[in-house]
């Protein structure tokens, strides 16, 4: 007689441990594909949408309740064309000299950051205009890799989707220039009393050069450091063409 053959049972462990490998990969591939269409999504509705807000402007406003103090915001969108081709130039020799040449990465400027943080000087970031309106548009402050990661990626995107002008645009308009003030009309108002396509050159150096820390700095009532740089921002917005 023929002996029976009983089948032999799968390793249910190896399935299991399969089955988790498959659902992960799935997880995460919807994670990254969904990321993708809503990042897309957004950088092409700001291409031709005004940004109501940033995320720094809801964490300063919660930092500014958790200090007990009145949570202050202004901010007004304005158009480009309603802002100072002064202003324009001065956050672009302030800021990025190489604004019209990059595509949205100044390596150059990157390495030169990097040797004065390692020498201990202050710490620099090198960051573009492009790098600093997707970091104030999309992202959390912060100088963690992921957050850096997350800042090329959007970066790239910007760069692809948006010409220089709206890019500049979005910038003047987002960035913060006061406590609790953002953005090119809303800083000429508070720091100024003037609409921000009036802005003097010297008054245009003066909110650019407070850019690096616009809650410690002011452009009106100014440190000898601070009046030398607006002087000197002053100087190269002659020399800086706007070529949109």
Not at 150 to 158: G, H, K, P, R, V
Not at 197 to 215: C, D, F, V, W
Request: proline fraction near 4%; charge should be positive.
């Amino acid at each position: 007689m023929a002996k029976k053959t009983t089948p032999k049972k799968k390793n249910t462990k190896t399935a299991k441990k399969r089955t988790f490998g498959q659902k992960l990969f799935r997880f995460v591939w919807k994670t990254v594909l969904w990321f993708n269409i809503i990042s897309v999504f957004f950088v092409l509705l700001y291409k031709f949408v005004p940004v109501p807000f940033t995320p720094l402007m809801i964490i300063r406003a919660l930092e500014q309740k958790a200090d007990g103090k009145e949570m202050s915001y202004s901010h007004h969108w304005v158009s480009i064309d309603n802002i100072s081709p002064n202003l324009q130039k001065a956050v672009i020799s302030s800021e990025d000299g190489k604004f019209f040449e990059h595509n949205g990465f100044d390596f150059s400027a990157m390495q030169k950051a990097f040797e004065k943080n390692q020498k201990g000087k202050k710490i620099r970031g090198g960051s573009t205009i492009s790098q600093q309106t997707a970091k104030n548009v999309f992202l959390w402050p912060g100088r963690s890799y992921i957050r850096k990661g997350f800042e090329a990626y959007f970066t790239f995107l910007i760069e692809l989707c948006w010409s220089k002008k709206r890019i500049m645009e979005v910038y003047l308009n987002s960035i913060e220039m006061g406590d609790g003030v953002y953005g090119a009309e809303a800083a000429s108002k508070y720091w100024y009393h003037k609409q921000a396509k009036s802005l003097s050159k010297y008054e245009a150096a003066g909110i650019a050069a407070i850019l690096p820390n616009p809650r410690k700095y002011n452009p009106v009532r100014s440190t000898n450091y601070m009046n030398r740089r607006k002087a000197t921002i002053s100087k190269y917005i002659g020399y800086t063409k706007l070529e949109y």
